[in-house]
T-cell receptor, first 111, second 112 residues
Framework: GENVEQHPSTLSVQEGDSAVIKCTYS??????FPWYKQELGKRPQLIID?????GEKKDQRIAVTLNKTAKHFSLHITETQPEDSAVYFC??????????FGTGTRLQVFP | DAGVIQSPRHEVTEMGQEVTLRCKPI?????LFWYRQTMMRGLELLIY????????DSGMPEDRFSAKMPNASFSTLKIQPSEPRDSAVYFC??????????FGPGTRLTVL
């Protein structure tokens, strides 16, 4: 069946460093790839998304890249801050509206 | 906009009891999704509706789970009878025409 793999499962960085989270997907028809941030005890919140007609998208310190040929997409966070600490989920759409989520990456940013 | 609304926010019940979770999607959104989140299984899609019609319920664990969407502004997820392994956070999400899903605050269910 369709699946999304996400790596790493945990990531610890020093404040100010960059963080990269990588995902691969299996359905070649997927064309929408959102990233969600979930703080402890809170709901997943969309932070950035990309559609298959672009290869990269940036929003301040956050960027996402997409390689459709390799079925890879990645989240890049630059100049990390302690408030970036959370669990990050990637996802890919299948069959239209349905999203398949990765297993999550717990990011810890140490001051 | 109030966002996706879920109730109750917390539910504690005893094994065998019926549990009903409620969701009000964002006004104007035509798709509604029910997810379950646990440490072991992550974020799982249980069922989703488009224009109030169930489209994919392949994630519903078993017959004890049922979901309805009687109108565009309300959906329920029912578990009858509940079991301890149903303990999880249940999220409702809705989306409009551009795929982006917005999550509600979730219902934390504990079955004793």
């Amino acid at each position: 069946g369709e699946n999304v793999e996400q790596h790493p499962s945990t990531l610890s960085v020093q404040e100010g460093d960059s963080a990269v989270i990588k995902c691969t997907y299996s359905d070649s028809a997927s064309n929408y790839f959102p990233w969600y941030k979930q703080e402890l005890g809170k709901r997943p919140q969309l932070i950035i998304d990309i559609r298959s007609n672009v290869g990269e998208k940036k929003d301040q310190r956050i960027a996402v890249t997409l390689n459709k040929t390799a079925k890879h997409f990645s989240l890049h966070i630059t100049e990390t801050q302690p408030e970036d600490s959370a669990v990050y989920f990637c996802a890919a759409n299948v069959g239209g509206d349905k999203l398949i989520f990765g297993t999550g990456t717990r990011l810890q940013v140490f001051p | 906009d109030a966002g996706v609304i879920q109730s109750p926010r917390h539910e504690v019940t005893e094994m065998g009891q019926e549990v009903t979770l409620r969701c009000k999607p964002i006004s104007g959104h035509n798709s509604l999704f029910w997810y379950r989140q646990t440490m072991m299984r992550g974020l799982e899609l249980l069922i989703y509706f488009n224009n109030n019609v169930p489209i994919d319920d392949s994630g519903m664990p078993e017959d004890r789970f049922s979901a309805k969407m009687p109108n565009a502004s309300f959906s329920t997820l029912k578990i009858q009878p509940s079991e301890p392994r149903d303990s999880a956070v249940y999220f409702c999400a809705s989306s409009g025409v551009r795929d982006t899903q917005y999550f509600g605050p979730g219902t934390r269910l504990t079955v004793l």
